[in-house]
């Protein structure tokens, strides 16, 4: 069995396991990273270590699942026990019933080991959003990847998943207090990748938890303020994103991806290319 090939602890909508390496290089060399709304850490999963590493997301399972990959002993338990695991439709109904439960009412394995399955044996892509109650993934069609190997595979990476995690900090707190207390110095880069502009997504998805308007604007003007601290943020295109983050202080770097919009948005639509976008902020030399 190959270990550590799949680089995103849940499969997350809007991951970005395929653009991660042209962010990291826009990145460039660092000493702290943060990245305030980090999802399934799919670029932190490919990203060289840094000194000091923070994530945040608001999505509280899928930071108590990071914090448990991130510990020996609770990493080592949820391991074990996916290990014993069969791609089974009764543990995934079962596992979405625990989940409608406060989390504190179960201890932190516990609660990642059925988030876990109900992430990992149900639909791509849907992690994160209001859509992630889609039951057993059953393939339908001879193309595509196979749900039982993909659960196994995101097993197996545990171990590469906790090696990567044990010395970052991650918070489940709101980007909105997180970002303020970030240093503006040379050596210090952050990473947003907040919920897209809603119009630009083309679709019904929304996360659990989202943006509206307003949170775009409160964004872009938090960014701005950075001066030495490189900053990368990823939005699809949209004409607001010009004035928010405007050329004399920010590039905007095309990043055209082949995304399956079919599956990411509806249903039913055609395959289409994602107008992905890279804004970086001018640093001072
Ligand atoms: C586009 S996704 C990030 C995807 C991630 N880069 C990946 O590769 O999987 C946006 C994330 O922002 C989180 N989020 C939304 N509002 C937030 C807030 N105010 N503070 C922190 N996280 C937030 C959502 O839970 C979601 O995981």
Known sequence: MKRGKIKSIAPWYGGKRTMAPNIIELLGEHKMYYEPFCGSMAVLLVKPKSYHETVCDLHKD???????????????????????????????????DILKN??????PVERAYHYFVSSWCCRNG????????FGLAVRWTPTGGTPTLRF??????????????????????????VIPKIPDQDGVVVYCDPPYIKESRGGASKYRHDFDGIDHRKLARELCRFEKTRVVVSYYEHPELAGLYPADKWSHIPCHQTKNLHVQNRRGSTRGTAPELLIVNEVAG
Request: net charge negative; charged share 25%; hydrophobic share 40%.
């Open 62 to 96: 899928l930071t108590n699942l990071a914090t448990v990959l991130s510990i020996l002993d609770t990493a080592v338990e949820l391991y074990d026990r996916l290990g014993r695991t069969l791609f089974d439709e009764s543990l995934v109904i079962k596992s979405r």
């Open 102 to 107: 406060n989390i504190e009412d179960f201890s």
């Open 126 to 133: 849907v992690s994160g959003t209001l859509r992630d109650s």
């Open 152 to 177: 196994r595979s995101a097993t197996e990476s545990i171990p590469a998943w906790h090696e990567r995690l044990r010395n970052v900090v991650i918070l489940n707190r709101s980007a909105w207090e």
